[in-house]
């Protein structure tokens, strides 16, 4: 099986650039996708392909990937990205590939 | 646009079979997609059960592989998870999401259920 390890928390000021990664031996040969999570909501895909942001994102959403670690950055951070983030990795051609990161609670204040 | 709808009882008792039915809308579950669950105990991260091609292919969480099965029934549009001997640390919502397959076999959750919070207590 796979991991995606994440850190716990990061805490930025409104305004600022956060930055999550998420590491994993698996990742240099598979994207990596992020979703944003709020309480009692359902997750929103906020990162697809390492670095492509869906339409209804905003632009501030931002992804890279180099070797085994993805990276999630939000630039100017503002007070609603405030939720816990995940990182996703599955491969249709292996039976147990499905595997999130830990999450990170990303706190703006 | 598609909908997905979860369904099933919201309290189960320690060492019975928790099961849900995710209802799919606005689109034909046999349109070349996985179709998965997803769970989030109190206080945890997300976590993927496993997920499930139109063909009945499925795919399981290595963790959870002994105790689940997940099925699909393209007849009525929807599919559903079922997860043996259950015990309080299966506690968790559950959501259940459609899965894109891209063009490296990779593959993401692009659409979910609201999700659905399922007890397991006696």
């Known amino acids: 099986s796979y991991e995606l390890t994440q850190p716990t928390s990061v805490s930025v000021s409104p305004g600022q650039t956060a930055r999550i990664t998420c590491s994993g031996d698996?990742?240099?040969?598979?994207?990596a996708f992020w979703y944003q999570h709020k309480s009692g909501q359902a997750p929103v895909l906020v990162i697809y392909?390492?670095?492509k942001r869906p339409s209804v994102i905003p632009e501030r959403f931002s992804g890279s990937r180099s070797g085994t670690m993805a990276t999630l950055t939000i630039s100017g951070a503002q007070v609603e990205d405030e939720a816990d983030y995940y990182c996703?990795?599955?491969?249709?051609?292996?039976?147990?590939?499905?595997?999130f990161g830990g999450g990170t609670k990303l706190t703006v204040l | 646009q598609v909908r997905l709808q979860e369904s099933g009882p919201g309290l189960v008792k320690p060492s019975e079979t928790l099961s849900l039915t995710c209802g799919v809308s606005?689109?034909?579950?046999?349109?070349?997609?996985?179709w998965g669950w997803v769970r989030q105990p109190p206080g945890k991260g997300l976590e993927w059960i496993g997920s499930?091609?139109?063909?009945?292919?499925?795919y399981y969480n290595p963790s959870l592989e002994s105790r689940v099965i997940i099925s699909i029934d393209t007849s009525n549009n929807r599919f559903s998870l079922d997860l043996r001997s259950v015990t309080a640390a299966d506690t968790a919502v559950y959501y259940c999401?459609?899965?894109?397959?891209?063009?490296?076999?990779?593959?993401?959750?692009?659409?979910w259920g609201q999700g659905t919070l399922v007890a397991v207590s006696s």
């Open positions: 999401a459609k899965a894109t397959i891209i063009y490296t076999g990779n593959y993401y959750f692009d659409s």
């Open positions: 606005n689109f034909f579950i046999n349109s070349g997609y996985f």
């Open positions: 499930v091609y139109q063909t009945g292919s499925a």
């Open positions: 698996a990742l240099p040969e598979r994207f």
């Open positions: 392909e390492d670095s």
């Open positions: 996703f990795s599955a491969d249709s051609s292996e039976e147990h590939s499905g595997v």
